[in-house]
């Protein structure tokens, strides 16, 4: 592959082989002046994730446009990793995963060879079906035309929600499945969500950390107001809920949950229990907590309905949200360094304390304030 195609797959083998021809030292990526337009470009492939869910994948004109994309890749990684939020991981990699499978979407079906070296860059067990016209005949247009080992199936589809996806709904040929153009690149696309999750979060020396402090900075403010805008969305406008509703108070665990259903991760069974019996026990409604939902991969709205509403009491019982106690058995506590943490037993009791320290602070606050101005008032008044 040229350099200009490889910018537009930077986490291939290839690419990465041609970074390191490069000679860039780490410290000259991060510091040197050389490298400033890779560097922002790095900060705008993390804005691009959380803002749009996909990287774009820019025209390139030159091959010194080709390194600076090529380069902006790992510096990316690198400011991922410094921030260190799993669910900012996640939502990079769908990101750079996604904004390759569109690229690769759009090129004709001539370039499917190009496909098939995308695939064995990843070692993947795929080739173009020998039995194609029969497979056609037989299963409909554009089936089988190509095949992939089944434990390459099993394993790039295991996060796809749908019956197609499922290995009994497939034709299996000696141990390989057949496969449209169409499936084989979506499974293509999770393959690059594999590599670019591959080995995230990077172990980054505090040096490094430092030194790209003023773009963790500003990608840190862009993920927040994101994160709280999806969450005002999911519930209805927010308007109404002011002074009840405040994500910034949500105990560490609830907060890790609920960022991860608004990147669109898997939440586990507990998690889902944890997160709606908290956001239903501090007053949101039902239908409120169902929109959130809608992030979810998995996302049916009949199953969700019943389920959040079951919670809220339908039934009969309320549930309550789990203790720390529970959640810590769930692998589902994250209190890390938090003070209230260490003091606390529930997470409802997590979200009280802080509120009412938030309220603590807003009455000095005020109190300042209207010193400040009487003062002052006082001043003019002499
Ligand atoms: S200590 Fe409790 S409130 Fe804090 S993160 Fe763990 S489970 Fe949540």
Not at 120 to 135: K, R
Not at 142 to 166: C, P
């Amino acid at each position: 592959m040229d350099k200009k195609t490889l910018s537009l797959f930077p986490f291939t083998r290839e690419a990465s082989l041609n970074v390191q021809s490069l000679g860039v030292s780490l410290d000259a990526l991060v510091e040197d002046d050389a490298f400033e337009r890779a560097r922002i470009r790095g900060k705008e492939r993390v804005i691009e994730a959380i803002e749009r869910g996909e990287v774009s994948k820019p025209l390139i004109f030159s091959d010194l446009h080709a390194e600076i994309e090529l380069l902006s890749y790992p510096f990316a990684r690198i400011l991922v990793s410094c921030i260190g939020d799993s669910a900012l991981i996640e939502r990079f990699a769908l990101a750079e995963a996604k904004g390759s499978y569109e690229k690769l979407k759009r090129l004709s079906s001539s370039k499917d060879d190009f496909a098939l070296a995308l695939a064995e860059d990843f070692s993947l067990n795929v080739s173009p079906a020998e039995e194609s016209a029969s497979a056609t005949r037989r299963t409909g247009a554009l089936a089988g035309q190509f095949k992939m080992h089944f434990t390459d199936f099993l394993r790039l589809s295991a996060g796809l929600s749908g019956l197609r996806w499922k290995l009994v709904n497939r034709d299996l040929r000696d141990g390989f499945v057949l496969l449209n153009r169409s499936e084989f690149l979506r499974l293509l696309q999770s393959a690059f969500y594999m590599k670019v999750r591959e080995r995230l979060p990077l172990e980054v020396p505090a040096g490094i950390r430092h030194a790209v402090m003023k773009y963790t900075e500003e990608i840190k403010r862009v993920w927040e107001r994101v994160k709280s805008e999806a969450f005002k969305r999911g519930s209805c406008g927010g308007e109404d809920m002011k002074g009840i509703m405040d994500v910034s108070c949500f105990p560490p665990c609830i907060s890790r949950i609920l960022s991860g259903l608004l990147a669109g991760e898997n939440i586990s069974h507990a998690g889902r229990f944890a997160l709606t019996a908290f956001l239903l026990n501090i007053g949101m409604k039902p239908e409120e907590v169902m929109q959130l939902y809608k992030n979810a991969p998995d996302f049916n709205a009949s199953r969700t309905k019943y389920q959040v509403e079951h919670i809220a009491g339908s039934k009969g019982t309320k549930y309550i949200s789990p203790s720390c106690d529970t959640l810590r058995t769930y692998g589902l506590c994250v209190k890390e360094e938090d003070e209230i943490c260490k003091e606390v037993s529930h997470p409802l009791k997590y979200y009280a304390r802080k509120l009412h320290l938030k309220k603590r602070v807003r009455a000095k606050e005020k109190e300042g304030q209207g010193k400040r101005e009487e003062r002052l008032s006082s001043g003019v008044r002499k």
